[in-house]
């Protein structure tokens, strides 16, 4: 029995001998293949995944309100023009330090022009035009000059606020004299070469100027009651400047020649109104 099994086994032994022979001699034994490493993609979590897609927001930029116009609010870009709102320079109604800028009061001053119209025409540029119940105004129109030269008044024709004064100067080589039969009826005496006499009018009206030395000369001065007043140039046309907004009585006036009062209403930038002036 066993050796029988010796044999068996004898036979198996030779068996795989021959087979290692013949496999050297001919291909070489195939071997297994080592199985490939498994491969696990890294898919990140979904939480991740969308943080990482999403690009870094930017700091917002700002940008003019709407219109681009330099010094102009800045505003957040896309923003609310009234959230985070960057004062400028210049800002509109934004003063300095963050105060509301002053609000430029309305004028309340104007000018009344108009032309005087004379018969005769001469006279059109010795006329003058003064408001009856305007203000007096101390800084204006409070004293007036006037000279005694060759052998004439100059000007002709002069204004001055009623309480105001008037100067009286002689440039001529000689005396003259300055009186008036008008109203308070003044009379100065004699005006030597080179000096001046001041004289006060304390009421309104027109006053014939007259030297006793020299009949032929003349000259004229009115006293207005208030201190808007002008004189017409040579084409007769008047310019009151600043005069408060109101209506007013206005008055016209050129020598020898019937005085015009009518209404005048000034509530802008000008007013005009025009005389007709004749004996």
């Known amino acids: 029995m066993k050796s029988s099994i010796v044999s068996i086994l004898a036979l198996a032994l030779g068996s795989v001998a021959v087979a290692a022979v013949v496999a050297c001699e001919g291909?070489?034994?195939?071997?297994?293949?080592?199985?490939?490493?498994?491969?696990?993609?890294?898919?990140?979590?979904?939480?991740?995944?969308?943080?990482?897609?999403?690009?870094?927001?930017?700091?917002?930029?700002?940008?003019?309100?709407?219109?681009?116009?330099?010094?102009?609010r800045m505003v957040a870009a896309g923003g609310d023009a009234g959230a985070g709102t960057v004062a400028l320079a210049g800002d509109a109604g934004v003063g300095e330090g963050g105060a509301a800028a002053p609000v430029a009061a309305a004028p309340t001053l104007g000018d009344i022009v108009g032309d005087v119209v004379t018969t005769p025409p001469y006279l059109k540029g010795a006329s003058v035009v003064y408001l009856e119940d305007a203000p007096k105004d101390p800084s204006r129109g409070m004293t007036a000059h006037i000279e005694n030269r060759q052998m004439a008044f100059a000007p002709l024709v002069q204004v001055v606020t009623a309480g105001g004064s008037v100067s009286f100067f002689n440039s001529d080589p000689f005396p003259h004299n300055v009186f008036s039969p008008d109203h308070e009826r003044f009379d100065l005496g004699l005006v030597q070469p080179g000096h001046s006499i001041t004289h006060k009018f304390t009421n309104a009206g027109e006053y014939t100027l007259l030297c006793n030395l020299h009949p032929n000369m003349i000259g004229y001065l009115v006293v207005s009651p208030s201190s808007y007043f002008a004189r017409t140039d040579a084409r007769g046309h008047f310019k009151i400047k600043d005069v408060p907004f109101g209506t007013y009585k206005i008055t016209a006036w050129a020598p020898r020649l019937a005085t015009v009062t009518q209404s005048v209403t000034l509530k802008g930038a000008e007013a005009a109104t025009n005389f007709e002036l004749h004996r």
């Open 27 to 72: 291909e070489p034994p195939k071997t297994a293949e080592a199985p490939l490493p498994a491969i696990t993609a890294q898919i990140p979590a979904p939480e991740e995944s969308a943080a990482a897609a999403a690009p870094e927001t930017p700091a917002p930029a700002t940008t003019c309100c709407q219109c681009n116009c330099p010094g102009g």
